[in-house]
């Protein structure tokens, strides 16, 4: 099977960089500085030991049909959600570099290497800093990504493309979210577990999980089988200014990701996310990561 970009199975480390770009200049010199990211990322590897930085190159829909390296049947570009109060926007962009690893200095410096030598060609659209919170868990304090597919095989089963041409790539969905913890923290911990539909000190579902609580909206099951995607979604911000969760998952199909966003938009049946009474989207996006393989063709 062709190979997976390395940062999609592993576990997420605890600090990311989410970095959305738009294509300005000269297209080709920009492909080959995102083949050369993997290569930058093993010379970091090699020189500090104990980083464990990884990281995965995707493009956005117009961007990647320029290639002109086929595209997966299902790839679509986000469409605008919502109505009224809770909507969530379509905000592009044609290159999406993910990083991780186990220090927040080599993400950034492994950022302005790779722009470095093509700071002409692209514009940053969004350049968030990801860090783990506490226990691993989202700033309104419940923990995020108890549901996560755990081990190698189940993680590969959900982000990887099987089979065809574009085995061993994955979709990626982004969303970047601002919450309102003022407003979410004059909830008391009973009202906050009906909005998440889990417990708040150890993460276990509830018994009757409300129907528009989070997990209720994401929790889908079509003929009998969950839809699952794979989770590398940490908490960014800064106290004083905006903070809140980047949402960034990994799947080997886009049906997944419209499901739970319908579902959470109120497109499927009306209800709404209680959870987005409390945080907004500020970007969305889709994006395609090839595989290595597919990558260095380019
Ligand atoms: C579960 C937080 C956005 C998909 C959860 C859980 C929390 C959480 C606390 C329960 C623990 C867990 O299983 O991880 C948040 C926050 C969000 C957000 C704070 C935005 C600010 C999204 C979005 C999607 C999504 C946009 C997908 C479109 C899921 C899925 C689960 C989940 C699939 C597991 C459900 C299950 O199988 O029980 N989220 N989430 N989340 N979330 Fe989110």
């Not at 920009?30 to 990322?41: A, D, K, M, P, Y």
């Not at 379509?90 to 950034?108: C, E, I, K, M, P």
């Not at 691993?136 to 549901?147: K, P």
């Not at 989070?214 to 590398?232: A, P, Q, S, T, Y």
Request: hydrophobic share 40%.
């Amino acid at each position: 099977m062709a190979t997976a970009q390395p940062l999609i199975l592993p576990e997420a480390g605890p600090f990311a960089l989410y970095v959305v770009m738009k294509a300005t200049g000269d297209t080709k010199a920009l492909v080959e500085r995102c083949q050369q990211v993997h290569s930058l990322v093993d010379e970091i590897n090699s020189q500090q030991p104990g980083a464990e930085l990884r990281a995965s190159i995707a493009f956005g829909k117009a961007f990647w049909t320029s290639l002109e390296k086929g595209s997966p049947a299902e790839f679509e570009d986000f469409a605008p959600l919502g109505e009224g109060e809770v909507t969530a926007p379509a905000t592009g962009g044609d290159v999406l570099l993910h990083l991780n690893s186990s220090r927040h200095d080599l993400n950034f410096y492994l950022l302005r290497q790779f722009i470095s030598p093509i700071a002409e060609h692209v514009e940053v659209l969004d350049e968030t800093y990801g860090f783990k919170y506490l226990d691993s868990r989202d700033m309104t304090d419940f923990v995020d990504g108890t549901e996560n597919p755990k081990t190698l095989e189940a993680r590969q089963d959900v982000a990887l493309i099987k089979e065809g041409d574009f085995a061993g790539g994955s979709f990626v969905m982004l969303q970047r979210f601002v919450h309102n913890l003022p407003a979410w923290n004059r909830l008391n911990i009973q009202a906050q577990e009906k909005v998440v539909g889990r417990t708040k000190p150890d993460s276990i579902e509830l018994e009757d999980v409300p129907a528009a609580s989070h997990v209720g909206r994401v929790d889908i099951k079509e003929e009998g089988k969950g839809l699952k995607i794979v989770r590398h979604s940490l908490p960014y911000g800064s106290v004083s200014g905006d903070h809140g969760l980047l949402f960034i998952a990994y799947c080997h199909t886009q049906h997944n990701f419209r499901a739970m966003l319908e579902s959470m938009y109120g497109h499927t049946d009306g209800k709404t996310d209680q959870l987005l009474r409390f945080t907004t989207a500020v970007t969305g996006a889709y994006f395609f990561a090839p595989s290595v393989e597919m990558l260095n063709s380019l």
